[in-house]
């Protein structure tokens, strides 16, 4: 079983151009709201991280990293002249099918406030505020340029954050016996991706009591 998982993890990351336009789908989805994407490409990203560590060519791994960045660029692009378009109408009406409300976004306007790239990129590293974020620059007309940068900048930040920790595992572990590494490697995909979310979940909880 663990074998067949290490394949399917193989294949997805340095795959086909069939699981190259999945993982381009599942980012630029993730990035208009649809939930449950971001463990599955931080888990994706931990698995290249450790695969590199290992001695694996990084090389093999491109297509991936690039097609998950342009997948997540191509998404906030979409959400920005979406919400841009629709403006409080349209999150009115369609706003609360992905969680997002006025008073939301009301919040994500008072971080925003000085709508300065670093604060932008910095929105976007806490959870509940990545898509909502750049919803607020779509409604109240930020400039688009200011939102690529930061997207662009927090995504690279965020790949990297990722494969450093699937590195840290990869060395770790590298003294272990192979045929422990598909468990070694699940385990320790499941510990970042885990420590990740409770971090962001206690983040969202200490600004949602300050307000």
């Given at each position: 079983m663990w074998d067949n998982i290490w394949q399917f993890l193989v294949i997805a990351t340095t795959g086909s151009l069939l699981w190259l336009a999945i993982i381009f789908l599942v980012a630029l989805l993730g990035e208009m709201g649809?939930?449950?994407?971001?463990?599955?490409?931080?888990?994706?990203?931990?698995?290249?991280?450790?695969?590199?560590?290992?001695?694996?060519?990084?090389v093999a791994s491109i297509p991936f990293l690039a097609i998950a960045y342009a997948g997540r660029l191509c998404g906030s692009t979409s959400a920005y002249w979406l919400s841009s378009a629709l403006g409080d109408r349209g999150i009115d009406k369609f706003g609360r099918r992905i969680r997002i409300t006025r008073e939301r976004l009301h919040r994500v306007r008072q971080k925003l406030e000085s709508f300065a790239v670093p604060t932008i990129i910095t929105a976007r590293f806490v959870p509940g505020f990545t898509v909502v974020s750049t919803i607020v620059c779509g409604v109240s007309g930020i400039p688009y340029k200011k939102l690529l940068a930061a997207?662009?900048?927090?995504v690279l930040a965020w790949e990297a954050i990722f494969l450093a920790f699937?590195?840290?595992?990869?060395?770790?572990?590298?003294s272990l016996n192979p045929e422990t590494q598909p468990a070694v490697v699940l385990i320790w995909m499941t510990i970042t991706v885990a420590v990740a979310a409770t971090l962001g979940y206690f983040i969202f909880r200490r600004l949602r009591n300050r307000q």
């Open positions: 649809l939930p449950g994407t971001c463990p599955i490409l931080e888990s994706l990203l931990v698995f290249t991280g450790f695969q590199i560590a290992q001695g694996a060519f990084i997207v662009a900048i927090q699937g590195a840290l595992g990869g060395k770790v572990s590298s």
